[in-house]
């Protein structure tokens, strides 16, 4: 027979299902439901602030708009309080069975708690539990740096990233990064698309779904997206910097953060990928074990860059994890070093600039590439 679906416990089981299998599949879906609502004091009413003027809600009480993006662990889309009108970025996430996942779903929410007084985390309202889905409340941007500089490099726009606003992005992410690390927590999903912009030219750091938490700086477990990679996620071998002795437990630092952070730079100052695609895995493996760092090219640049990028990119790009700058180091360096006595300004400019790109596009340019316009 044809598979259908079923609730038990608020989680969707495929169909068909023998008795015994009901049974169990039930008693797990209600033990497992019982769980996150304890671990998280979850619920399906929530208390939040927003400018000071604190609400009480229930899932049931927004209306989805519009889609934001999709990805393996969940559904985001922009929402409306229909009592209060304020707008927010609602992650909606399918309560699992495994049990790796539901940690991970746990931990994204346990990180988020912790950022709220980061200034570069895309700002947590709260969690909701209701009919099996986990609802993660968050702040509302205007889109990704993807789609943002997708819409910027298009044909339809023609306005390359200026060096200001790469400067202020840089500084902005590994602020981010800093306040995380100073709280044990590595991203390892660090991309263009969990970068997050707005039209006051805030910049943060968003989607904490496959976190890791740090055990004397180090990170046991190895996910993230492919594209943005550090070499030493791809051989194991060079995870210590040139090899692991005999003992040793292969692990990651914040290190791999810092290049993808390079690579998503490279991306955003070039309009373009610096990899491309790899035709395999094992083409993956050789280019970035065996092949130079990526730079950015002259032609890229085209003037609009100094050489300090290129010099902050070669510390961010280093081969082996140890020769990699430390976060502090890089926040140091001279392309961003002077950001912290201008940040306003350079905020200020930020915003201005994504204005402008956001207001040069018409409104099938920007739903190419994403970003949703709001009446």
Known sequence: PAKSARRFGGVKLALPLNFAEAIEAATRAAKLTDTISQSQSLADVA?????????TARATDFDSLDEL???????VDRVIHRDSGCLFARKRIRLSFDQQEHEL????????????????V???YGAMFHDG?????????????????????????????????LQYIAYSVL?????????????????????????????????????????????????????YVAPERVSISMATGGGLGAGDEPGFTTASDV?????????????????????????????????????????AAAGRFP????????????????????????????????????????RDRTGQFVCSVLDRCDSSSLAAVGVTVKE
């Not at 993006?69 to 559904?75: A, E």
């Not at 306040?179 to 943060?204: A, C, F, Q, T, W």
């Not at 904490?208 to 938490?213: D, K, N, Q, T």
Request: net charge neutral; proline share 5%.
């Open 47 to 55: 208390a939040f602030s927003v400018d000071g003027v604190t609400m």
């Open 69 to 75: 993006g999709s990805g393996r662990f969940g559904v």
């Open 105 to 120: 779903q746990q931990r994204e929410i346990s990180v988020l708690k912790r950022t709220v007084e980061c200034p570069f």
């Open 122 to 124: 895309v700002y947590f």
């Open 133 to 165: 889905d986990i609802h993660i409340l968050m702040e509302l941007m205007d889109a990704s740096l993807r789609q943002f500089y997708l819409a910027a490099y298009s044909s339809a726009v023609n306005m390359p990233i200026t060096n200001p606003v």
């Open 175 to 227: 602020k981010a990064l800093s306040y995380i690390r100073s709280i044990e927590v590595m991203h390892r999903d660090i991309k263009p698309s969990n970068m997050l912009i707005n039209r006051s030219g805030r910049v943060k750091l968003c989607d904490f779904g496959v976190a890791g938490i740090l055990k004397n700086s180090i990170a046991k477990s190895n996910v993230g997206c492919q594209l």
């Open 259 to 299: 290049w993808s952070l390079g690579i998503s730079l490279l991306e955003l100052a070039s309009g373009a990928h610096p990899y491309g695609s790899w035709k395999n895995p094992f083409h993956q493996v050789q280019h970035l074990t065996e092949g130079p760092p990526p730079s950015l090219s002259a032609e």
């Open 307 to 346: 050489q300090e990028l290129n010099d902050f990119l070669s510390c961010c790009l280093a081969k082996k994890a140890n020769d990699r700058w430390r976060l502090p180091q890089l926040l140091e360096h001279p392309y961003v070093g002077g950001v912290v006595a201008m940040e306003t300004e350079l």
